[in-house]
């Protein structure tokens, strides 16, 4: 039978094809018995050579038809004998899909068959065997000079072959699910301890291989039977996995226990929920806590500590970590130097003494102490020589672990939160990724600690935080946070401490240690804070809140004149026209104000407030006596020419209802248009031009009193001003729609 029929993709040829399978290959089985009687080496020769010609035709078979024809052939020599050898005959003949036609017919030849035949390719190439040498075209000599560092030997790479295939058969879905099937079989158990067993053996062989080979190539070698040993392990049936892990995790060769290892997260860490049952899972605690204590490779022993942390969360009966929970303890921690190591550790802990919950009470405040000294040294990570990122792993699980504690444990923690409030706040104002989870920690403190305990240690905390620019947004917020859990009713009883308190953060601006760059800042953030629980008040809880905030600040200097500003400029921005209660008193502060000569971050912050509350009140309650005198503060000479001032006179002027107040402002806006200074009078003409606009029903009346003033700046003699004049005019007709020529003749 020539190739020639392989190749043509026809279901009368392929049929051919196999009739003559069936047909020459017994022939050749009798004909050798026959020749040799009992003795199978001739028969083996023959068959292996009928195997091999025929493999070097039916590569050519089309894709659709070549699985069907391997597994007619091999099952016409002998699957048990010959299974192996084809596998490694196709990958060698077909480098580049070989490996997936292998794992198509390992899956159609039956999982039992399968499973023996790996163990036979695991086996037979092992050893370097002068039989299969010759079998497969090998050179039998191997050389050990310095060529052979350069370019590995000849069957080194068909063991390389042999691995890359077991571990993609057993890796595959398909044949991993016809396993399965078979497992609950006598038959089907041994097999897979056999290859278990196997498994191990080709490991070890390979990890102490001691031949000549490049270091790359040796590695990736023993990597591939580490490989194939996690996969043999997968295949394990649930009721004897657990004997059979425990076992490996005191094996003396590390390969072993770290893939062991491997194989247990994978199946705890299992999307669909762990893959043993869970009354074996109390028997794993033991092995992984030893090998957690015991194990001197730091990744080895990372993966023991996260499978016990795994267990944690799995355990039906969380009594069965107590011997974790003994063993992990702040002296152990304290001895680890690795920083993954150390993270896996203390993640393990948290979760361990999560689940434990009250059996475990007494020791999580030293635990917490202990984490908080650790994180409060600047140079953590430094004397142990840790990398950034290291580092970070560290911190990272520190903090997580703290949240995890503070979640669970907050009302045995009373004598360490201060200290740890404090210590998050500045964590979480350090700009680095590195603390990422600082933020969460403080976000969980203020959701589990009771709001009068927080405003009852917070004056305390503030006098430390106060100093820190970083920590004390964090803090203020924090304390905002923790108060905004409560009830409009329940925020009314604490009001008094709360406004204690953040009227003693307002205070910043004035100390003497504000930083001066971030004053601005902070000051934003303290308000911020500050309005996000107030606001929730009812008006008339609200009112009398901000009354006495305002009386304290009102009082001082410059600096807290600034606050009070900043402060009425946000809650006028929020509460918009309900901010009418305080419309009057403000009046009062910004006449106050300019009674003496001030800085002019407080006039700017003045102007603004004015500016932002008249946007939404009117002066309705303002006797004109006040009113002239706030006309005449704004119209100081500290204020002409601020650039915050036009558009707080406009808004006073949109805000005025009474028309003997308006016509009083605008008199006095007229009398600036004979200021000295240019910008000034384009100022005021500025101011002018919006009256119109805004107005414009109340302005033609007052027209008279300003055409003295115009016809004089029409003859300025800035032409700035007098074009700024006569656009103005323009303006003005085109607004009322009529000609004003009369008016300037």
């Known amino acids: 039978m020539g190739s020639h029929l392989l190749k043509v993709d026809s279901k009368h040829s392929f049929q051919v094809a196999c009739q003559a399978l069936d047909v020459i290959v017994p022939a050749i089985k009798t004909a050798c018995l026959a020749q040799s009687g009992k003795s199978s080496a001739k028969l083996q020769t023959a068959s292996l050579g009928v195997l091999t010609t025929f493999i070097d035709a039916c590569l050519d078979i089309p894709a659709h038809r070549l699985t069907e024809f391997l597994v007619r052939l091999i099952r016409c020599l002998g699957e048990r004998e010959y299974l192996w050898f084809a596998a490694l005959l196709i990958a060698r003949k077909d480098k580049v899909n070989g490996e997936r036609k292998v794992v198509e017919l390992f899956c159609q030849m039956g999982a039992l068959n399968g499973i023996e035949a790996i163990v036979r390719l695991l086996v037979n190439t092992r050893g370097d065997s002068p039989q299969l040498r010759k079998m497969f075209g090998i050179k039998a000599e191997r050389k050990d000079d310095d060529l052979a560092k350069e370019k590995p030997d000849d069957w080194d790479v068909l063991r390389f072959r042999a691995l890359q295939l077991a571990s993609s058969i057993l890796s595959s879905s398909g044949f991993k699910s016809a396993v399965t099937e078979i497992l609950d079989e006598e038959d089907g158990t041994q097999l897979v301890n056999l290859l278990l067993e196997a498994s191990i053996l080709t490991m070890n062989c390979y990890s102490s291989l001691d031949v000549v080979m490049p270091s790359k190539f040796k590695k990736n070698l023993t990597n591939l039977a580490e490989k194939v040993l996690e996969n043999s392990l997968s295949l394990l049936h649930p009721s004897t996995f657990v004997g059979q892990v425990s076992s490996l995790l005191e094996s003396k060769e590390d390969s072993v226990r770290h893939r062991a290892l491997e194989v247990v997260s994978s199946k705890l860490t299992s999307s669909t929920g762990p893959a043993l049952p869970a009354t074996d899972l109390p028997a794993l605690v033991s092995p992984l806590v030893k090998l957690s204590l015991s194990e001197t490779q730091p990744h080895t022993q990372q993966l023991a500590l996260l499978g016990v942390r795994q267990l944690s969360k799995l355990l039906p009966d969380p009594l069965s970590l107590k011997q974790a929970a003994e063993a992990f303890s702040s002296s152990f921690l304290q001895d680890i130097s690795n920083a993954k190591v150390l993270g896996a550790a203390v993640l393990s802990v948290g979760d361990i003494l999560t689940s434990l919950g009250p ?24 004397s142990e020589e840790w990398t950034d990122k290291e580092t970070a792993v560290v911190f990272n699980s520190f903090l997580y672990c703290l949240q995890k504690l503070v979640e669970s444990f907050i009302g045995f923690l009373n004598p360490v939160l201060p200290r740890l409030i ?43 935080a106060i100093t820190d620019t970083g920590a004390l947004p964090h803090l203020v917020n924090f304390v905002a946070d923790n108060c905004r859990r409560l009830e409009r009713n329940q925020l ?83 509460l918009k026209s309900l901010f009418s209660f305080s419309v009057d008193s403000l009046v009062d502060f910004v006449i106050s104000t300019f009674k003496e000569e001030r800085s002019s971050k407080v006039v700017t912050s003045c102007l603004e407030s004015l500016t932002t509350v008249l946007k939404y009140n009117k002066l309705e309650t303002i006797g004109l006596d006040q009113y002239e005198s706030l006309v005449s503060s704004l119209l100081s000479p500290q204020t002409l020419g601020h650039p915050g ?49 805004d107005r414009t029903d109340t302005y033609l009346p007052v027209l008279p009193d300003a055409v003295p003033f115009l016809q004089e700046i029409l003859e300025d003699d800035d032409t700035a001003v007098e074009a700024a004049c006569r656009n103005f005019i323009q303006h003005m007709e085109t607004v009322f729609g009529q000609n004003l020529e009369s008016y300037f003749v």
């Open 422 to 464: 404090l210590l998050t706040c500045r964590l979480s104002g350090q700009d680095n990724l590195v603390l990422g989870r600082a933020r969460p920690l403080l976000t969980s403190l203020a959701a589990n600690m009771p709001p009068h305990a927080v405003l009852a240690a917070a004056p305390q905390l503030l006098e430390t």
């Open 492 to 574: 009314s009883s604490v009001s008094k401490q709360f406004v204690e308190f953040y009227t003693k953060a307002l205070s910043y601006r004035s100390r003497d240690d504000a930083d001066s760059e971030k004053v601005d800042d902070m000051e934003e953030a303290i308000v911020g804070a500050f309005l996000s629980v107030a606001l929730k008040l009812s008006l008339e809880d609200f009112a009398p809140v901000y009354q006495k905030l305002s009386n304290t600040l009102i009082i001082g200097d410059d600096n807290q004149h600034i606050t009070l500003f900043n402060l009425t400029n946000k809650v006028g921005a929020k």
């Open 645 to 693: 001032l036009v558009p707080a006179l406009v808004q006073l002027a949109i805000s005025t209802p009474e028309d003997t107040n308006w016509q009083h402002l605008h008199f006095q806006t007229l009398l600036q248009l004979r200021d000295e200074r240019p910008s000034v009078r384009m100022a005021m003409l500025s101011m002018l031009t919006q009256c119109v606009t």
């Open 359 to 382: 059996q475990v009470v007494a020791r999580v405040p030293g635990l917490v102490s202990w984490l908080a000294d650790r994180l409060d040294r600047d140079d953590l990570g430094q």
